[in-house]
């Protein structure tokens, strides 16, 4: 199956900093990529879907400008949280867009004090 | 109604016990139907694709039902090590956008 790394696999981080989650896949060229955030106990929940060379379109209720996609190549897509806050401390996942198989990155563990 | 709905459970069986999930969609329209596993602080992990036909991996069995719009997974002989999350997956119409449900909690004790 397809091989998606993510990093950092958790960070702690004081309210108002940026974060900047790292997707790569190791083993294929992803044009899309679907970013997912998950809540303790809740579902995935996509917040957004980055395109390789073009704007990320976003989920409604999700702030673009809070929540900054950047997937300037085939094998490497961006998340930044900017100005996180606590209640933007969850698990974000990323995933490419596959064909009959869906394969996730291992997870951003967020914890913002 | 949301997309996807399952029942969150917990489902606490014994071990070698059959234990059976369900899941409910909303679009008629669409195409693609999965089971995932998730395992507590981990990613997601497919588990098995569901075929209109019905489909069997071993001790799991997956179903589809068009007309009511449900999704089955069966789990016979339930191992401890199958003590997880099963989520259920449903691809938005025309494209391959997987819209997730809450997930259904699994506890199979000795």
């Known amino acids: 199956g397809a091989v998606v790394s993510q990093h950092p696999s958790w960070v702690i981080c004081k309210s108002g900093t940026s974060v900047k989650i790292e997707c790569r896949s190791l083993?294929?060229?992803?044009?899309?990529m679907f970013w997912y955030r998950q809540f303790p106990k809740q579902s995935l929940m996509l917040m957004a879907t980055?395109?390789?060379?073009?704007?990320?379109?976003?989920e409604q209720g999700v702030e673009k400008d809070k929540f900054l996609i950047n997937h300037a190549s085939l094998t490497l897509s961006t998340l930044t949280v900017t100005s996180a806050h606590p209640e933007d401390s969850s698990f974000y996942i990323c995933?490419?867009?596959?064909?009959?198989?869906?394969?996730f990155g291992p997870g951003t563990r967020l914890t913002v004090l | 109604r949301k997309e996807v709905e399952q029942d969150p459970g917990p489902f606490n069986v014994p071990e070698g016990a059959t234990v059976a999930f369900n899941c409910t969609y909303s679009?008629?329209?669409?195409?693609?139907f999965f089971w995932y596993r998730q395992d507590c602080r981990k990613e997601p992990k497919l588990l098995m694709s569901?075929?209109?036909s019905g489909n069997e991996d071993g001790r799991f069995t997956a179903q589809l039902n068009r007309a009511s719009q449900y999704i089955s997974l069966l789990i016979r002989d339930s191992k401890l090590s199958d003590s997880a999350t099963y989520l259920c997956?449903?691809?938005?119409?025309?494209?391959?956008?997987?819209?997730f449900g809450r997930g259904t909690s699994l506890i199979v004790h000795p």
């Open positions: 569901v075929y209109s």
């Open positions: 679009n008629s329209a669409s195409q693609s």
């Open positions: 980055s395109n390789e060379g073009s704007k990320a379109t976003y």
């Open positions: 083993d294929f060229q992803a044009t899309t």
């Open positions: 997956v449903v691809n938005r119409e025309g494209s391959y956008i997987p819209t």
């Open positions: 995933m490419p867009e596959g064909q009959n198989e869906q394969f």
